[in-house]
């Protein structure tokens, strides 16, 4: 009687290498979109009930890197200068949505006093929102911030641009064993592209924010693979749950996958279900 051979062991490295296709090869220029926010902002000043606006100003917020403004007003005392610092960071929603400010300043009077203000605002595109830096003694100055969505065409140099991926995003609310669907989102990229989800909700003790990175970094047919990042704030049981995880994830076409971003016992935060497309 022969004695059996033993069945072949398979590596899942190689498994997986066979499963994928090769990366795309370096390429010229090409163009890409790249959205930001254009901030129109006016000062409001009101003295004893009486308002006056000084002259609009400009500013571009890119979404990596924010915008700053400073400029000098003569107010509350026309013989001398103060002086405004604003910085913005901000997240450019889908057209004609909702974009997410953050903004700071720094009010400097003649006399040397210092005011400080933060404010988290949510505008619609093309419309505006009420910032006030500064309250005092009958005076006031308040920032009347509007934002409009913008998107410029850059040249990159790199790789050639890879197939294009999209990614099906269902927001769900976790309340203990309740999830709620909040919103649902169409997240488009190529190859070897990130794609980014994020929001910021709730100020100081009750402040939540999750950054969500989808980056597709091999396809076969009908697999995927999928490199994804998740960081976050949440309210904890006495202490804030800061979160940063990396996860590879393997899946198919049309299959669904779910990420959970929680905080306390019963759980609150939120569940991510995500369906790749491509």
Request: charged letters at 25%; a negative charge; glycine letters at 8%.
């Given at each position: 009687?022969?004695?059996?051979?033993?069945?072949?062991?398979?590596?899942?490295?190689?498994?997986?290498?066979?499963?994928?296709?090769?990366?795309?090869?370096?390429?010229?220029?090409?163009?890409?979109?790249?959205?930001?926010?254009?901030?129109?902002?006016?000062?409001?000043?009101?003295?004893?009930?009486?308002?006056?606006?000084?002259?609009?100003?400009?500013?571009?917020?890119?979404?990596?890197?924010?915008?700053?403004?400073?400029?000098?007003?003569?107010?509350?005392?026309?013989?001398?200068?103060?002086?405004?610092?604003?910085?913005?960071?901000?997240?450019?929603?889908?057209?004609?949505?909702?974009?997410?400010?953050?903004?700071?300043?720094?009010?400097?009077?003649?006399?040397?006093?210092?005011?400080?203000?933060?404010?988290?605002?949510?505008?619609?595109?093309?419309?505006?929102?009420?910032?006030?830096?500064?309250?005092?003694?009958?005076?006031?100055l308040t920032l009347a911030v509007r934002a409009?969505?913008?998107?410029?065409?850059?040249?990159?140099?790199?790789?050639?641009?890879?197939?294009?991926?999209?990614?099906?995003?269902?927001?769900?609310?976790?309340?203990?064993?309740?999830?709620?669907?909040?919103?649902?989102?169409?997240?488009?990229?190529?190859?070897?592209?990130?794609?980014?989800?994020?929001?910021?909700?709730?100020?100081?003790e009750s402040a939540e924010s999750v950054q969500?990175?989808?980056?597709?970094?091999?396809?076969?047919?009908?697999?995927?693979?999928?490199?994804?990042?998740?960081?976050?704030?949440?309210?904890?049981?006495?202490?804030?749950?800061?979160?940063?995880?990396?996860?590879?994830?393997?899946?198919?076409?049309?299959?669904?996958?779910?990420?959970?971003?929680?905080?306390?016992?019963?759980?609150?935060?939120?569940?991510?279900?995500?369906?790749?497309?491509?």
């Open positions: 009687m022969r004695p059996e051979r033993p069945l072949p062991v398979v590596n899942a490295v190689m498994l997986l290498a066979a499963l994928f296709s090769a990366p795309a090869a370096a390429g010229p220029l090409r163009l890409v979109e790249d959205a930001a926010l254009r901030l129109d902002i006016q000062p409001i000043l009101v003295v004893e009930g009486q308002s006056g606006a000084l002259a609009h100003r400009q500013l571009e917020v890119d979404p990596r890197s924010g915008g700053k403004l400073d400029f000098e007003l003569h107010w509350p005392d026309p013989a001398r200068a103060s002086r405004l610092a604003l910085r913005v960071a901000g997240t450019p929603g889908p057209a004609d949505g909702e974009h997410r400010l953050e903004l700071s300043a720094e009010f400097a009077l003649p006399d040397g006093r210092l005011f400080r203000a933060q404010r988290a605002l949510s505008v619609r595109d093309g419309a505006t929102g009420l910032f006030e830096v500064y309250r005092a003694e009958g005076h006031s409009d969505r913008v998107v410029r065409r850059i040249e990159v140099q790199g790789r050639q641009v890879g197939d294009p991926v999209r990614f099906d995003l269902e927001v769900e609310g976790v309340r203990g064993e309740r999830h709620v669907v909040l919103e649902t989102n169409q997240l488009h990229t190529f190859m070897d592209e990130t794609v980014e989800y994020s929001f910021r909700r709730g100020e100081q969500l990175l989808l980056t597709p970094v091999r396809r076969g047919s009908d697999i995927i693979e999928i490199a994804l990042e998740v960081a976050g704030s949440l309210p904890g049981d006495g202490e804030r749950l800061l979160l940063s995880r990396r996860e590879t994830l393997v899946t198919s076409r049309r299959a669904t996958s779910s990420v959970t971003v929680t905080a306390g016992d019963p759980p609150s935060g939120y569940r991510f279900r995500i369906t790749p497309d491509f």
